[in-house]
C-alpha cells in the first residue's frame, strides 16, 4: 500500500479512512497499540489529537484496555468506558449537532465530556512527583473529575447485531456468536474482565433463542457459539441448550460454548453441544498448588479436575490441554512444580479410566503464559516477576517433566513484559509509542513482528524506565494512572481482596455471598437474584 | 436424492476468494436459502457440495460448476434465484441441470489471458511469446505433491493455442490438460516467460470452458 500510495481504507465500501467522521478502534490488547497508530499513519491521518483541529476523523476508542487509556492518551479524542451499545449513539448525535451548528472540534469535545461514559484525555492533565509517579490529575474546563463506566442493565432489550458482514474468506472465529451473559460470577484476582464487566447480567433464554436462530438464518452459518465467561454458569445452562437443540438438530447447526470451567463440566451439557470435533478438551486450572489456587481465587480442586478428565477420557478423549499462569504473586518453586505433578495425575487418571479409548495413549499438553498484573484488579499493585525470573520458572518446569506424555508450551517472557509496561502506564508513554510508529513498528502481538530489543531503544531514547511501569511494587497510597475511572468496583474491595489473597483466602462467588465489591449500585443484575 | 449441477460466474473481488474459501462461501449461501441438501452421514456429518474442477485462486471463472445433492423436491429455477439472493455479487448462479458427464471425464480446460507488462512495449511481449512458443521445449519448474520441484516440459501440451496482438499486449487463448490425471496451469507459461527474458509479466487468467476427452463441452 505504501508502495503504490494506497491509503487505508475501509474494508465493505472501499472508502479512505480519511473521509470517516469517526475512526474507532477496539482496544483489546496492549500489543495492538503500535497497531492503532500504524493505521492512522496508513491512512495520512495526523496521530495526534492536536493535530487534528478540525471537527472531522474523530478517533475514539473503547474496549477492555480503555480501562486504562493513558498510554493512548495523546492520540485518541474519546474514551468510550464500558459498554458501548448506547454511548456512540449519543456521542454522534452530538457531533451531528456539532457540524450542523457550526461548533469548533474543542467545543464538541468538551460538551461530549458530559456525557456519561466518556473520556477527553485532552481535557485533564498530569503532574508527577520527583520519583515518577502521579501527583494529582487535574480536570480543566470544569469537567468531572471522575469518569464512570457505562453498562446495560437490561441485556434482553439491548442491541444485539442480528445480521452482520460476513468476510468471504475464512476468519478467526468463523462462526455466529451469541452473548449469553455479560460479567462472571467468580472473581478470579487475575482476571481484569472479571471486575470490568460486573454485575453479571444474563439474557432470557426466550431471547438468545431467537438471537441465535436469526443470526444463523441471516449468515447461513451452520455453527453457533454462546459466548460469555465461564459459560457454565448461565443459571439455566442445559434448558438454554435444550431449547436451542429444538431447531438446532433438524437445521444442521452445531452449538458450541467457548469457556468451560473444570467443575461446569456436566454430561448433560457435554451431550448437547458440538462433540463433532474430538480434537482436544481445554481447561484453565491456573495455578499448579491449591494454594496458589486459592490466592487467585480459582476455586478449583484436584479431585475436580481429576473427576472431569475421567469423564472426558471414558467418552472417548484422549488429549487434555491444560492452561497455567507462572508469575503469580506469592508464586514459589513448589507451585511451579506443582504444575507438572498435576498434569501427571491426570496422566495416571488416563490410565486408571476403564472406558478409555483401547491402544491409544494420553496427551497432555501444559501452557504457560506470563502473569501479567492488570488495572482493576487486586493484583494491580504488584510487581511483575522480572523476565529473568519467568524465564528461570519456564525452565525450572520444563526439567520437572519426565514423560513424553507431557508436553510443555510456553508463553514467550518479553510480550508479557511489554504487556505490562503498557498496561499499567501512563501519559509518557505516549512519546514511545510515537516513536515506535515513526520507526514503523506494527503487529507487536506477532512473534515475528516484535523485537523487544528495539522497544529498549526507544525507551532509552524517551529516557523512560519500563521497569517502573511493569516490576515495580506500587504502594495503597500510590496514585494509579487509571485511578480517575469509576468501574463500579471499589478501591477499598481491591485491597481487601489482595489482603485476602496474600493470606491464602478464597472469595465466596456473587451467587453464594456478596461481598460488597460495589457494583450493586447499579441496580441490576446478580446483586439483585435471590440468593 | 437427486443429483444436481449448479453452474455459476466467478469475477470481480470473487476471484480472490480461494477455493476452501469458496466452498464455505456456498455452503452459508445453500444453508442460508434453506435449499434441502444431503448432509453425509459418517462421524463428521456435514452439508455435501463438491466442485468438479476447481478455479485457481486470482482466475476468472465464465463456466464453473458445483455437485450437490437435493433430498427433497426443488425446483431448478429456485435454486438460481435464492442462491444469488445470498452469494455476493462476484458469484452469479446462471443454470442449474443434471449432471451428464461425470466429473472425472473433465480432460481439458480452456483459458483466455490478457498478457501486459510494465517494463515491455505491447510488441515486445508479443514478440517473446511467440518466440516462446515456438521453441524445441520449454522448461519449467513445477510443484509437485510428493517431490517438491521438478522441471518439466510444457511444450507437448501447446497443441491448440491462438495467440493475438492485443493493447498492451498480447492475448492467448489455449486450451490444456486439466482433472486429476494431468494438470497445467496456465501460470506455468507465465513462470517460463519470466525464466527465460527475466523479466516481469501479468497474466490475468480467464478460464472459459471445460472439455471432456473428446474436446466435448462439459455437461
Known sequence: MIKKSIPLYALESGDAITDFDFIGFTLQYELSFSNVLNMLKLAGIPLKSS??????????????????????????????????????????????????????????????????????????????????????????DGVSEKVEKRLMLDMDNSYYPENFVVPNIEIVHDRAVSEIFRGCIRGCRFCQAGFLYRPVREKSIEVINEQC????????????????????????IVALLTELNKWAEDEKVSISLPSLRVDG????????????????????????????????????????LMETCSKAFNAGWTKVKLYFMIGLPTETYEDVEGIAHLAQ???????????????????????????????????????????????????????????KKINYNYHD???????????RGDRRLCAVLEKACEKGFHFDGWSDCFSLESWFEIFDECGIDPDFYACRERSFDEILPWDFLDYGVSKDFLKKEREKAYNDTTTEHCRLKCSNCGAAKYGGGVCFERR | MKDVRVWFTKDNECKYISHLDLNRCMLRALHKSRIPIWHTEGFNVHPYATFPLPLSLGFKGERECMDIRLVEEYSFEDIKV????????????????????????????VFNIRITSDKLSGDEVYRLLDELFNKDEVLVEKKTKKKGIKEIDIKPFFNDFKLERNIGGAILNITLPAGSVTNINPLLIQKAFERYYNTEVYFNVTK???????????K
Open chain 2, 82 to 109: 435464492n442462491l444469488n439472493k445470498s452469494l455476493p455479487s462476484g458469484i452469479r448462479i446462471f443454470d442449474v441441470t443434471e449432471p451428464e458427464m461425470k466429473a472425472k471425464e473433465i480432460a481439458f480446460s
Open chain 1, 51 to 140: 493535530d487534528r483541529k478540525d471537527l472531522k476523523q474523530i478517533v475514539v476508542a473503547g474496549g477492555p484496555c480503555a480501562c486504562n487509556p493513558e498510554p493512548l492518551a495523546d492520540f485518541i479524542d474519546i474514551f468510550f468506558i464500558g459498554e458501548g451499545e448506547e454511548v456512540d449513539l449519543e456521542v454522534i448525535e452530538l457531533y451531528r449537532k456539532c457540524r450542523d451548528g457550526n461548533k469548533s472540534k474543542d467545543e464538541f469535545l468538551r460538551l461530549a465530556a458530559n456525557i456519561k461514559g466518556v473520556y477527553v484525555p485532552a481535557l485533564y492533565d498530569v503532574e508527577y512527583n520527583e520519583d515518577g509517579t502521579i501527583k494529582c490529575f487535574n480536570p480543566k
Open chain 1, 413 to 423: 517472557a518479553d510480550t508479557s513484559y511489554l504487556e505490562a509496561v503498557f498496561a
Open chain 1, 265 to 304: 463440566f456436566s454430561d448433560d451439557i457435554l451431550s448437547k453441544i458440538n462433540t463433532v470435533r474430538k480434537s482436544g478438551l481445554t481447561f484453565a486450572p491456573e495455578a499448579g498448588t491449591q494454594r496458589l489456587r486459592d490466592v487467585i481465587n480459582k476455586n478449583v480442586f484436584e479431585d475436580e
Open chain 2, 208 to 218: 472459459t470452458d471445460m472439455l471432456n476427452k473428446n474436446l466435448k463441452s462439459f
Open chain 1, 213 to 236: 436462530h436469526k443470526l444463523c438464518n441471516n449468515t447461513g452459518y451452520d455453527e453457533v457459539s454462546l459466548s460469555s465467561l465461564s459459560s457454565s454458569d448461565y443459571t439455566e
Open chain 1, 345 to 403: 495425575k491426570v496422566v495416571d487418571t488416563y490410565y486408571r479410566c476403564e472406558s478409555k479409548p483401547k491402544g491409544k495413549s494420553v496427551t497432555v499438553t501444559i501452557s504457560t503464559a506470563s502473569f501479567v498484573p492488570k488495572p482493576f484488579t487486586p493484583f494491580q499493585w504488584f510487581p511483575q516477576n522480572s523476565r529473568k525470573t519467568l524465564m528461570d520458572k519456564q525452565l525450572h518446569l520444563k526439567e520437572t517433566i519426565t514423560t
